[in-house]
């Protein structure tokens, strides 16, 4: 069981806007920056999303993050199909000392 | 480019001791934390273990702690991570990740390819 909670899917049509969830508590994310991560089928994770809501370099715009108290998002407008892919929120909790990830939700693209 | 490849991997007995590998390339290794990561099978991603650029702070997720160790050698650029009395839940894909630039612990920004352990006997 995550210490951040995501819902375990999400789905959406090209050119939808889709948003992921992260619910957390007072010790991680309401404390802390919240990280996304985006992991293609097969391949390592990379950074989506860096300290809430800042994009990496070669990120699209595409891409946003936001927070609210104990919770984030991850949304994701114009959904293309190589968006395809799982997605992981993480932040460092206070509390256990060391970083937690939600548990991953898997975004298709119908 | 930063590049970080794991090594050290394979198929291990139950309660045998396994040493994994980082070797980084493309960015300052000395200037940088580094983090272990684990995913198994079918499942997300699990924080094992971090260390700061100059080993003076380390730390472990609970589920480690005591049968993990974490070190690094700064003049080789390498990252190892020393699994004791291993079990079949470690059976995982061990990910090295580089650190960010704003403190010890920072965020993951950089990650391996992985590298597989499976504990089976």
């Known amino acids: 069981q995550s210490v951040l909670t995501q819902p375990p899917s999400a789905s959406g049509t090209p050119g939808q806007r889709v948003t992921i969830s992260c619910s957390g508590s007072?010790?991680?994310?309401?404390?802390?920056?919240v990280y996304w991560y985006q992991q293609l089928p097969e391949t390592a994770p990379k950074l989506l999303i860096s300290?809430?809501?800042q994009r990496p370099s070669g990120v699209p715009d595409r891409f946003s993050g936001s927070k609210s108290g104990t919770s984030a998002s991850l949304a994701i407008s114009g959904l293309r199909s190589e968006d395809e892919a799982d997605y992981y929120c993480?932040?460092?909790?206070?509390?256990?000392?060391?970083?937690?990830f939600g548990g991953g939700t898997k975004l298709t693209v119908l | 480019e930063v590049q970080l490849v794991e090594s050290g991997g394979g198929l291990v007995q139950p309660g045998r001791s396994l040493r994994l590998s980082c070797a980084a390339s493309?960015?300052?290794?000395?200037?940088?934390?580094m983090h272990w990561v684990r995913q198994a099978p079918g499942k997300g991603l699990e924080w094992v273990a971090g260390?700061?650029?100059?080993?003076?702070?380390?730390g472990y997720a609970g589920s480690v702690k005591g049968r993990f160790t974490i070190s690094r050698d700064n003049a080789k650029g390498s990252l190892y991570l020393q699994i004791d009395s291993l079990r079949p839940e470690d059976t995982a894909l061990y990910y090295c990740?580089?650190?960010?630039?704003?403190?010890?612990?920072?965020?993951?920004?950089?990650w391996g390819q992985g590298i597989l352990v499976t504990v089976s006997s």
């Open positions: 990740a580089k650190a960010g630039p704003g403190g010890t612990y920072d965020y993951f920004d950089y």
């Open positions: 493309g960015f300052s290794f000395d200037d940088y934390a």
């Open positions: 260390i700061s650029w100059n080993s003076g702070s380390i």
């Open positions: 007072n010790s991680n994310i309401e404390s802390n920056y």
């Open positions: 300290k809430n809501n």
């Open positions: 993480a932040a460092w909790d206070d509390s256990l000392s060391g970083w937690v």
